[in-house]
């Protein structure tokens, strides 16, 4: 307790100088989330007219436009409440600015958002505060309760929106604190300290089905949320919601997986592009193993799928694959296929950009995207016919875009002055790509199997790095068949190309998501009444150059409503 006490006592002399001390895990600064919390109570107490102390709400995240308030978690009265967001928001934005043409200076906020803290740190006072903490790796303001001097975080549920708000809130604290992350040293508990860890849950869910990610590092649920959160719904969810995936750091329960898969068959296949070891138990129980990655896997029929860890990287990896993959089952088995296609929308209405690789798929997407289209897929989508339309739905996954085609875009520079920065893509990209934008290389990188190397983009960064919007769903209503050859002028080619078996994915084409773990329905309908549906759609076979801007250009007119 002396030790604590002592740095606490730090942290009061911290907020008169401005500085941000850390407290085991926690920040206690001037600019904590607790006042905009306070704030948020006060503004909305004035609204309702109702006593401050009825209101119970918090607003979390970070500070400023990103700031997340949560509505749907808001109570006056111990009920739920309609707040009027924007006439919190505006008072929010106002607050800081009158204080600032009166005083010129907060006068108490900081102070008192300090001494709560102090106060239930050394547990003067059980109490829920809004603070700053470095949380499985990720800082952020989110609400801790204390009980007797120990704080538990306790993130409020959040609905679609505000989990969206979440994601890209983490994404902007994460970028921001990546270049001081190499500053920081960990402390080392002792050998007989025990850590107690908090199970935590995200929900994923999209087209009326779910699966539920749970995990003893909350950067694994963290990282499904910003994974799904832009292309599906995913939100906050209590760790006793049932699970499909169990996703931890256990370095026991890899050693023990691992030796059980060297003692048994030996059965060998590639997952998500890293080599697979497979045993099978008497009961039907799937048991996995990928050396490179440090990861094991258990499959038990009707249970839930198990996938265990050294480092919370690769498992947080490898928990978003097996989410989709868990949705990618339950979509197929309700109808849907899957498209070997790009995808934009406008308006409902979604252009389908199909062909081989390199016919300029991605290429076709991302400039109807920069042209104010929301990109729904860069790659693969799912359809399935619902009346006399045919739905999409996206396909999360990182975004690869060439070096090249980066530069042709205009976004080159901005990407490597992030990378310089330190802010970092997702970890499946080569380290020579990395290399390349820290030299400023612009050239195509290339392995010797002939196969480009790209740089990867998480989904929320095709928002907030290079500006995109992105689609949730929409109606197929047209379809491009691009080619590009250097030195052609855009054109609309008379050829009459059809959508073909050969351009969705099944469970005998797929290449890089084999079924091993029996999450797909045996009985998988034909494409063949989708193939004829998507006969019908008006259709373009197109000749691209390397002019962007001609390309663009013409693409947004051949793109235009269906007739």
Not at 230 to 248: E, H, S
Not at 538 to 556: E, I, M
């Amino acid at each position: 307790m002396a030790s604590r006490r002592h740095s606490l006592v730090r942290a009061v002399h911290a907020a008169d100088t401005g500085q941000f001390v850390s407290c085991e895990a926690i920040v206690v600064c001037p600019r904590t989330d607790f006042t905009n919390t306070a704030r948020y109570r006060v503004a909305l107490a004035h609204l309702l007219e109702l006593p401050v102390e009825a209101v119970e709400g918090q607003v979390i995240g970070e500070h400023g436009d990103q700031a997340v308030v949560c509505a749907s978690a808001t109570r006056a009265g111990g009920l739920p409440v309609a707040v009027p967001l924007s006439q919190v928001r505006e008072e929010l934005s106002n607050r800081p600015r009158r204080m600032s043409a009166g005083l010129g200076r907060t006068r108490c906020g900081p102070a008192g958002a300090v001494i709560a803290a102090l106060r239930a740190g050394l547990g003067l006072e059980d109490r829920v505060v809004e603070l700053s903490v470095n949380h499985e790796g990720r800082w952020r303001a989110i609400p801790l309760r204390f009980a007797t001097g120990t704080p538990t975080v306790c993130l409020p549920r959040l609905d679609a929106t505000e989990a969206r708000q979440l994601v890209f809130a983490d994404a902007k604290l994460h970028d921001a604190y990546q270049p001081l992350a190499r500053l920081h040293v960990h402390a080392c508990p002792s050998r007989t300290e025990k850590t107690a860890l908090t199970r935590t849950a995200t929900r994923i869910a999209t087209a009326a089905q779910a699966t539920t990610v749970t995990s003893n590092r909350t950067v694994v649920t963290e990282w499904a949320l910003r994974y799904f959160g832009l292309w599906w719904n995913a939100t906050n969810a209590t760790a006793d919601d049932a699970p499909q995936v169990i996703a931890d750091v256990n370095p026991d329960k890899v050693t023990e997986i691992a030796q059980r898969v060297a003692d048994g068959s030996g059965e060998e296949t590639v997952y998500a592009n890293s080599a697979m070891i497979l045993a099978r138990g008497d009961d039907g129980t799937v048991f996995a193993s990928q050396p490179d990655d440090k990861l094991v896997y258990r499959a038990e029929p009707g249970g839930p799928l198990r996938v265990y860890g050294c480092e919370d990287v690769p498992v947080a990896l490898a928990a978003a694959r097996l989410a989709r993959e868990v949705v990618r089952g339950q979509l197929l088995a309700d109808g849907w296929s899957i498209l070997h296609a790009s995808a934009v929308v406008r308006d409902g209405q979604t252009v389908l950009t199909l062909g081989d690789k390199g016919a300029g798929k991605t290429t076709t997407a991302l400039l109807l995207a920069r042209a104010g289209w929301q990109l729904l897929a860069n790659d693969r989508v799912f359809i399935r016919p619902d009346g006399d339309r045919l739905l999409v739905l996206p396909w999360p996954s990182a975004a690869a875009i060439g070096l090249g085609l980066l530069d042709a875009l205009g976004w080159y520079d901005q990407v490597r002055d992030r990378v310089q920065r330190g802010e970092r893509l997702h970890p499946t990209q080569h380290r020579k790509v990395t290399d390349a934008l820290h030299s400023g290389s612009r050239v195509p990188l290339w392995k010797e199997s002939g196969k480009e190397l790209k740089p990867q983009f998480f989904p929320d960064q095709l928002a907030t790095w290079l500006g995109l919007t992105l689609a949730t769903e929409g109606h197929a209503a047209r379809i491009l068949l691009p080619r590009i050859t250097p030195g052609a002028e855009p054109a609309v080619l008379n050829e009459d190309r059809r959508v073909r078996a050969g351009d969705f994915f099944t469970v005998s084409t797929e290449d890089r998501y084999p079924d091993v773990f029996g999450l797909l329905p045996a009985d998988i309908p034909g494409s063949e009444p989708l193939l004829e549906r998507l006969g019908e759609l008006p259709r373009h076979t197109l000749a691209l150059g390397h002019d962007v801007k001609a390309n663009s250009d013409f693409l947004t007119q051949v793109a235009g409503p269906a007739a």
